[in-house]
């Protein structure tokens, strides 16, 4: 396993957001999080890459333990994540929005663009290429000067994918990236993501788009009111009754 989560807990005062969820995530798979509204799924993922610290639990990435470790540290260890609130440079262009993602591989820091060494120079170079690249992935290369506030809603949502893809990860996690995206987009959302994985990537997904999950997902864990109630594959999931009730409400007799 790439990520193995054991015991993670999250308390905001009294309420208890994730109690003790357990997760283990194969390399090179797409594992969905899906719950209904209020389930903890964000703080899950906030709490994962330490955009808020866990209480209690142990993160272990390829055998070292990081719940300790700053985002910034999580960032550079391979992990790369996007937001169910688009965070986009709103009056930076879409070209420079990716550029700004590729920072974990500068060498060169601050000197190196003071005196635009050769070495800074070469960098910028190689950067401005990958992101190129990566907006051409993801449609969005014929835009590239526009500012990235200009873009459509679900062309945002692509575009912060391309930026999280700039930091070369091992493992994406994707908060609601489907959000927004019409029946078009979100298919080719979902055939993205699948060539995502084609290239060894390991995906981690939020989605509130049942239909596309099952769909998508190698194996789905449900939380509900910040408990795991069910993991499996999709139809394991499907015929969970836990599920349903979460989803449904409990079925009268």
């Keep these: ?59 272990t990435w390829k055998g070292e333990r990081i719940e300790k ?9 391979g992990i790369a994540r996007t937001f169910q609130n688009i965070r986009l440079f709103a009056f930076m262009s879409v070209l420079e929005n990716v550029i ?18 050769a070495r ?3 960098e910028e170079k190689e950067s401005r290429e990958m992101a190129m690249a990566l907006l ?4 969005l290369a014929e835009k590239h000067a526009e500012y990235a506030r200009n873009l459509p ?55 509130h788009d049942v239909k596309l999950i099952m769909g998508l997902a190698d194996r789905i864990t449900v939380l509900d009111h910040g408990v795991k109630i069910a993991e499996g594959t999709a139809a394991e999931i499907q015929n969970n009754e836990k599920v349903i009730e979460a989803y449904l409400g409990k079925r009268r007799v």
């Design 153 to 207: 809603y679900g062309e945002q949502r692509k575009l912060e994918i391309a930026r999280a893809l700039a930091s070369r990860p091992d493992l994406l996690l994707l908060d609601e990236p489907a959000a927004g995206m019409n029946n078009t987009e979100t298919e080719e959302l979902e055939q993205f993501i699948r060539a995502l994985r084609a290239e060894g990537l390991t995906v981690l997904i939020i989605e």
């Design 100 to 117: 700004a993602g590729t920072h974990n591989h500068f060498r060169s820091f601050v000197w190196g663009a003071l005196t635009r060494n």
């Design 1 to 59: 396993m790439i990520m193995e989560i054991a015991k993670l807990e999250k308390h905001f005062g009294g309420l208890v957001a994730v109690q003790e969820v357990d997760l283990a995530l194969a390399a090179g798979s797409i594992h969905a999080v899906i719950g209904p509204n209020g389930a903890g799924k964000t703080t899950f993922f906030n709490a994962i890459t330490s955009i808020i610290p866990c209480d209690s639990g142990q993160i």
């Design 120 to 122: 800074y120079r070469r």
């Design 69 to 77: 470790l700053s985002p910034q540290s999580i960032s550079a260890k």
């Design 136 to 139: 051409e992935k993801v449609g």
